[in-house]
Structures are given as structure tokens and as C-alpha cells.
Nanobody, 127 residues
Framework: QVQLVESGGGLVQAGGSLRLSCAASGRTFSSYAMGWFRQSPENEREFVAAISRRGGSTNYADSVKGRFTISRDNAKNTVYLQMNSLKPEDTAVYYC????????????????????WGQGTQVTVSS
């Protein structure tokens, strides 16, 4: 079992930046592949970015490639999402998720394959 707590959301103007953090409880953080997802009132939950257990593999949604960067610090039990050049269409609740993974370099883009979820943090980008 792992508990995930996101932070770092807020209101930012278009073109600005935010850095989201997701802190995980427990001592087995390095056993989890991690992902970031987002959901707005108009859309279903969608994949944003994912990172493998040791950070060697990453994957991004086409809509955020070149603007967002996912990273993790296993010593701090934390995964990050650096978001640059934000656009109004990035407005959503952002969730981090953890997936128990026996394979070191696997990343997963499908929400249903994740085992644990945080409560979400709101990101609002004004035009």
C-alpha cells in the first residue's frame, strides 16, 4: 500500500511554469512505476507522463512533449512534473499514480493499470 499526495498546483498565466510534486509514503517507492494524469470537467482522465521505477524510461502525451518533464527522486519518495509554456488547455486536475512493477524499465500510459492514486491538485492556466 502506498499513499500519494500531490502539491504545487495553482493559477498561472499562459506561458508560465509550474512544478508539481507527488510525495509517496512507504519504503518501497522504487518498486513503483509512476505516472501523471489529468482530468478536466469536459474530458475523461487522460495520460500526461510516466516514468519507470528508476527513471530510465519516460513517456509523454503528444500534447505535452517538449513542454513537460517528469522526473523522480527515489531517495525522497517523490515524483515531479515540471510544466513549462503552459496553455489554457492544460487546465485540469492533475493526479499522480503508482503502479507496482516487477520490470525496471516499463512505463504505462493506461489509467486502469495503475494501483494507487493521489487526490489531485488543480492547475488553472489563464489566457
Amino acid at each position: 500500500q502506498v499513499q500519494l499526495v500531490e502539491s504545487g498546483g495553482g493559477l498561472v498565466q499562459a506561458g508560465g511554469s509550474l512544478r508539481l510534486s507527488c510525495a509517496a509514503s512507504g519504503r518501497t517507492f522504487s518498486s513503483y512505476a509512476m505516472g501523471w494524469f489529468r482530468q478536466s470537467p469536459e474530458n475523461e482522465r487522460e495520460f500526461v507522463a510516466a516514468i519507470s521505477r528508476r527513471g530510465g524510461s519516460t513517456n509523454y502525451a503528444d500534447s505535452v512533449k517538449g513542454r513537460f518533464t517528469i522526473s523522480r527522486d527515489n531517495a525522497k519518495n517523490t515524483v515531479y512534473l515540471q510544466m513549462n509554456s503552459l496553455k489554457p488547455e492544460d487546465t485540469a486536475v492533475y493526479y499522480c499514480a503508482a503502479r507496482v512493477s516487477s520490470t525496471v524499465n516499463v512505463v504505462t500510459t493506461i489509467p486502469s493499470r495503475y494501483d494507487f492514486w493521489g487526490q489531485g491538485t488543480q492547475v488553472t492556466v489563464s489566457s
